[in-house]
């Protein structure tokens, strides 16, 4: 009797001892036997939603109420429909410091606080980053730089579309405008 006690519990040790982190603590879960009863294995395999994990994705064809964005053609950014683009959003003081705060988080870092294109991760990118108050980029359109900021540059610029608001765009547009100004 008692050998085969000792038997079993050297079974017993065996077994758990092989068992991974997650078996151990599984191990013996009242859970495993529940879910063998079908009724309740329903719940047991239910789909856990994670954190940071979107509920449901929005239906087919779903507006945000803030309306709907006039998506610019993608890359390669076609010129004249850019130029065509007017901006809707008038360059007022406030309307650049909205463009100086958003330009300041998604911008400096490349472009440099002043627009020259030394930000500190311009040399990381082989100095290709762009000088935003040479006379070239004066000449650019509002719309292209709205199409730039919205689509990505090259290889090297990524898009913003997806970060900054449509309006928040326009504001940075009018921001580079005063960068531009304050260059000349
Ligand atoms: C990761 C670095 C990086 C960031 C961040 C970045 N850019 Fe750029 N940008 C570049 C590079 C590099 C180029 C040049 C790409 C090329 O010539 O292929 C460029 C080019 C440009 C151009 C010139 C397009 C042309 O016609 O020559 C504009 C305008 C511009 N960026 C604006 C912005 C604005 C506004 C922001 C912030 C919303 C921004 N960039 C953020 C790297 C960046």
Redesign the pocket.
Known sequence: MRRKLALALAAVALLISGCTREQWHRFPSPDDLVAAIPWFAVMHRGIAIQPYKMPRQPVEGTVPVTGIEVVPPAIPQNRSTLDRLSNPVQRTASSMERGRD??EI??T???GSEGR?D?P??PA?AN???N?TEQ??VD?SDG??YG??TN???????E?GSK?SPED?WH??NY?RLLQGAAQ
């Not at 990505?152 to 990524?158: I, K, R, S, V």
Request: aromatic residues 14%; hydrophobic residues 50%; glycine residues 12%.
């Open positions: 958003r330009y998604y911008c870092v490349c472009h294109g930000g991760v311009a990118l290709a980053v762009r935003l070239r980029q650019n292209w730089i730039t900021i990505g540059f090259g290889a090297l610029m990524p913003y900054i765009r940075v547009v580079v």
